[in-house]
């Protein structure tokens, strides 16, 4: 990264952490029990897209959720074949986001407007832009990988122990969040 584009993201952090809303009241949910899911991507190749996709498949088809939205980020200007607009999937890119790195513009604002039950964040590394949306967003319950930086926008944090692939995220996250609030079972004897 340049050190202009690095000045650049230093600025846009600073600013996303100034904005952060500290008098949430997050609302813990079992995704087994939530209506509406948000969850937040990196676009790093069409295999990152494809699991993300396959992902989303399993959910609807194993919970029957039926409002789910994904948000893809991809780093150039120009975007290949595979992302162009699919039902339940938008994507946004570097001509999205302004001189401070932070993105805008109608997909994004839709994105963060919506109050969803869970929002999940598969990224596997830092990115201002999908933080400044996962910290900007309405969700009632946000979820994603343990970092210095999510700690700030994060309601539950989950520990990879290094893993840093994405297929180990979505399992990952999946497990716990099938976890949080599970309705407890009767024992009957």
Same mark, same amino acid.
Do not use: C
């Given at each position: 990264?340049?050190?202009?584009?690095?000045?650049?993201?230093?600025? &846009?952090?600073?600013?996303?952490?100034?904005?952060?809303?500290?008098?949430?009241?997050?609302?813990?949910?079992?995704?087994?029990?939530?209506?509406?899911?948000?969850?937040? +991507?990196?676009?790093?190749?069409?295999?990152?897209?494809?699991?993300?996709?396959?992902?989303?498949?399993?959910?609807?088809?194993?919970? =029957?959720?039926?409002?789910?939205?994904?948000?893809?980020? +991809?780093?150039?200007?120009?975007? *290949? #074949? +595979?992302? #162009?607009?699919?039902?339940?999937?938008?994507?946004?890119?570097?001509?999205?986001?302004?001189?401070?790195?932070? *993105? #805008? &513009?109608?997909?994004?604002?839709?994105?963060?407007?919506?109050?969803?039950?869970?929002?999940?964040?598969?990224?596997?590394?830092? %990115?201002? *832009? %999908?933080?400044?949306? %996962?910290?900007?967003?309405?969700?009632? @319950?946000?979820?994603?990988?343990?970092?210095?930086?999510?700690?700030? @926008?994060?309601?539950?944090?989950?520990?990879?122990? =290094?893993?840093?692939?994405?297929?180990?995220?979505?399992?990952?996250?999946?497990? +716990?969040?099938?976890?949080?609030?599970? *309705?407890?079972?009767?024992?009957?004897?």
């Amino acid at each position: 990264m340049k050190l202009l584009d690095r000045l650049k993201e230093w600025l &846009g952090r600073r600013a996303l952490v100034k904005e952060a809303q500290p008098d949430r009241k997050p609302v813990a949910k079992n995704l087994a029990m939530s209506v509406k899911v948000g969850i937040i +991507y990196f676009v790093a190749d069409e295999t990152a897209h494809n699991q993300v996709r396959n992902y989303v498949k399993k959910i609807k088809e194993e919970l =029957g959720l039926t409002k789910i939205m994904a948000l893809g980020y +991809y780093d150039e200007k120009v975007m *290949p #074949h +595979y992302l #162009h607009a699919k039902l339940n999937f938008d994507v946004f890119s570097v001509k999205d986001l302004n001189w401070y790195r932070i *993105p #805008h &513009g109608n997909v994004v604002q839709n994105f963060m407007a919506e109050e969803y039950d869970v929002l999940i964040d598969l990224t596997v590394h830092d %990115l201002l *832009p %999908l933080q400044y949306i %996962l910290a900007k967003s309405r969700a009632r @319950f946000k979820v994603g990988r343990q970092s210095e930086t999510n700690a700030h @926008f994060l309601d539950m944090m989950i520990d990879t122990a =290094g893993a840093d692939s994405l297929p180990q995220l979505i399992a990952t996250l999946d497990r +716990y969040l099938m976890m949080v609030n599970a *309705p407890r079972m009767a024992n009957y004897n």
